[in-house]
């Protein structure tokens, strides 16, 4: 990708027995404020002229810009983009702090949680303990420095994007080879992720459901004809117009994340621990092997933790001004969001490690010991359950690590045409995407297996830029504490991030995976 394609996206991103799930990873607003451009510089005859072209009007001085007074110091040295008022995700700002908890509670937790107790094996119940918590605490500081970095007081600019807010700090060139390639794989690949998970649960769901009827029975789907229709169904609810108008999805898809990694958890601790379990960390007896085996385990870890690369899209969504900054809500929200992913994840990895121990399934972790341990002396009606809403929490999950691609592609028809992208052609774009990821799930369908290497690249934009971001925008003190705290941090993150993707290929090309093109199970 070329320079142009970072600059696109506008500046201010006895029944018969149920098989295991196959490995897995992990209302519209009348209001239409642009917002400002981050880098360019204009005198007065620009901004004369910008006044008479065919952009949209701004009607009162609250939708010139989101900050109110600072704006009128601004208007020397920015401009403003009408885009923002055509794109999803500043299309629509009425968003509220109850908004910000549904998006970041629907984005932050996910099937890759999973397999944590997975990473335990490795690392024991100590380092296991202490690496969650650090890895947890640390994301929680940097998903701090992200709401503080949204808007800027002094210059009324806000970054509505990931992808904006990098360029600013590191400039085009540098943000093509460091960030466009994690960001993307963060959310498209996500995406393809979620289709291969609510295709195959799809399967197991109707599985349990039907039991032994043979009319279910006798013609049943395909994996890859469950994976059309869950593709279809992600595509459909697709056509919300905006982030603000996926809210209620969001709900639903928090709403049953933390419903299946409950049931999960809760019905693996009540069953007991499993005859035989051990806590001994496996070792290899290669000193080698055994330090990228412990590498590895720390990037699924990492991997547990994504979604920062939407922060500053949710945050995008509410309205500000200098007596009520975005960032107090936003903070508010997500302070309440990772209370419940805490209460989620760290139950899930303790109780998950307790129950099965060494036994714990490499691919697919606790979902598919559920099936297996207990698929037979667990009700129907909490299989099923835990099937559904793993489908429903998939299917939302997707409209959230969608947006910013539909973000990116009809941000190239408004630069072009001058105006917002119409029904038809976004309907058509986000309906090629989708069913451009159904193709690579299909292709692809052990992407799962890559979890270790996925969390290495995708680690620097969750624990290391956002400290990069801090110490180039807000320039603190030299020496001074917050100096330290994230140039180590920065550092440390990009260092870890080099390292786990040298420790996940390495264990792939020393364990294998099973590769099979365009044959999921």
Same mark, same amino acid.
């Not at 394609?5 to 506008?10: E, G, N, T, V």
């Given at each position: 990708?070329?320079?142009?394609?970072?600059?696109?996206?506008?500046?201010?991103?006895?029944?018969?027995?149920?098989?295991?799930?196959?490995?897995?990873?992990?209302?519209?607003?009348?209001?239409?404020?642009?917002?400002?451009?981050?880098?360019?510089?204009?005198?007065?005859?620009?901004?004369?002229?910008?006044?008479?072209?065919?952009?949209?009007?701004?009607?009162?001085?609250?939708?010139?810009?989101?900050?109110?007074?600072?704006?009128?110091?601004?208007?020397?040295?920015?401009?403003?983009?009408?885009?923002?008022?055509?794109?999803?995700?500043?299309?629509?700002?009425?968003?509220?702090?109850?908004?910000?908890?549904?998006?970041?509670?629907?984005?932050?937790?996910? &099937?890759?949680?999973?397999? %944590?107790?997975? #990473?335990? =094996?490795?690392? +024991?119940?100590?380092?296991? $303990?202490?690496?969650? !918590? @650090?890895?947890?605490?640390?994301?929680?500081?940097?998903?701090?420095?992200?709401?503080?970095?949204?808007?800027?007081?002094?210059?009324?600019?806000?970054?509505?994007?990931?992808?904006?807010?990098?360029?600013?700090?590191?400039?085009?060139?540098?943000?093509?080879?460091?960030?466009?390639?994690?960001?993307?794989?963060?959310?498209?690949?996500?995406?393809?992720?979620?289709?291969?998970?609510?295709?195959?649960?799809?399967?197991?769901?109707?599985?349990?459901?039907?039991?032994?009827?043979?009319?279910?029975?006798?013609?049943?789907?395909?994996?890859?004809?469950?994976?059309?229709?869950f593709t279809s169904a992600a595509v459909i609810l697709?056509?919300?117009?905006?982030?603000?108008? &996926?809210?209620?999805?969001? %709900?639903?898809? #928090?709403? =049953?994340?933390? +419903?299946?990694?409950?049931? $999960?958890?809760?019905? !693996? @601790?009540?069953?007991?621990?499993?005859?035989?379990?051990?806590?001994?960390?496996?070792?290899?007896?290669?000193?080698?092997?055994?330090?990228?085996?412990?590498?590895?385990?720390?990037?699924?870890?990492?991997?547990?933790?994504r979604g920062h690369n939407l922060t500053l899209e949710i945050q995008a969504t509410m309205p500000s001004d200098e007596k009520h900054p975005s960032r107090v809500p936003m903070w508010r929200g997500v302070k309440f969001a990772y209370l419940v992913v805490a209460l989620c994840l760290f139950p899930l990895a303790i109780g998950g490690y307790w129950a099965y121990g060494q036994k714990i399934p490499e691919n697919g972790g606790m979902l598919t010991a559920l099936y297996t341990f207990h698929g037979h002396d667990t009700s129907r009606f909490i299989l099923a359950l835990t099937s559904l809403f793993i489908i429903i929490n998939a299917v939302s999950s997707f409209q959230i690590y969608g947006m910013p691609i539909f973000d990116i592609m009809e941000s190239h028809y408004t630069r072009r045409m001058k105006k917002a992208c119409p029904w038809w052609l976004r309907a058509l774009s986000r309906g090629v995407f989708g069913f451009g990821c159904f193709f690579v799930a299909v292709a692809i369908p052990f992407l799962g297996s890559l979890a270790g290497l996925v969390g290495g690249l995708a680690l620097p934009v969750t624990l290391a830029f956002p400290c990069f971001m801090w110490l180039k925008i807000k320039k603190p003190k030299m020496f001074s504490s917050m100096w330290w705290i994230n140039w180590v941090l920065g550092l440390l993150g990009m260092t870890l991030s080099w390292i786990l993707v040298a420790a996940g290929t390495y264990v792939i090309i020393h364990t294998g995976i099973k590769i099979s093109f365009f044959n999921p199970q």
């Open positions: 990708m070329g320079n142009d394609d970072i600059s696109s996206a506008p500046v201010t991103p006895s029944r018969p027995p149920i098989s295991a799930p196959p490995s897995q990873l992990h209302s519209p607003s009348l209001s239409r404020s642009p917002l400002l451009s981050a880098a360019d510089h204009v005198d007065g005859t620009d901004i004369a002229k910008a006044s008479k072209s065919s952009t949209p009007r701004i009607r009162t001085p609250r939708f010139i810009s989101p900050l109110g007074t600072p704006i009128r110091k601004a208007l020397q040295l920015t401009k403003l983009d009408p885009q923002d008022a055509w794109l999803p995700i500043t299309e629509s700002r009425n968003g509220n702090a109850y908004y910000a908890a549904f998006h970041t509670l629907c984005s932050g937790i996910g &099937i890759q949680a999973l397999v %944590l107790p997975v #990473a335990f =094996t490795i690392l +024991g119940w100590t380092w296991g $303990i202490i690496n969650l !918590s @650090v890895a947890f605490i640390w994301q929680l500081y940097t998903l701090y420095l992200l709401v503080q970095l949204h808007e800027s007081p002094e210059t009324g600019i806000r970054y509505s994007r990931y992808l904006q807010l990098c360029v600013a700090t590191f400039g085009e060139r540098l943000t093509k080879w460091l960030a466009l390639c994690p960001i993307l794989d963060l959310s498209a690949g996500t995406c393809v992720a979620l289709l291969i998970i609510g295709g195959s649960t799809s399967k197991i769901f109707y599985q349990t459901v039907c039991g032994s009827h043979i009319s279910c029975m006798s013609t049943p789907l395909t994996t890859v004809q469950w994976f059309a229709v697709s056509q919300l117009p905006n982030l603000n108008s &996926i809210a209620g999805v969001s %709900l639903l898809g #928090a709403v =049953t994340a933390v +419903g299946y990694c409950t049931l $999960i958890w809760v019905v !693996s @601790v009540l069953e007991g621990r499993l005859p035989g379990v051990s806590y001994n960390p496996i070792r290899d007896s290669s000193p080698v092997v055994r330090i990228f085996d412990v590498l590895n385990a720390i990037g699924i870890i990492a991997f547990a933790f």
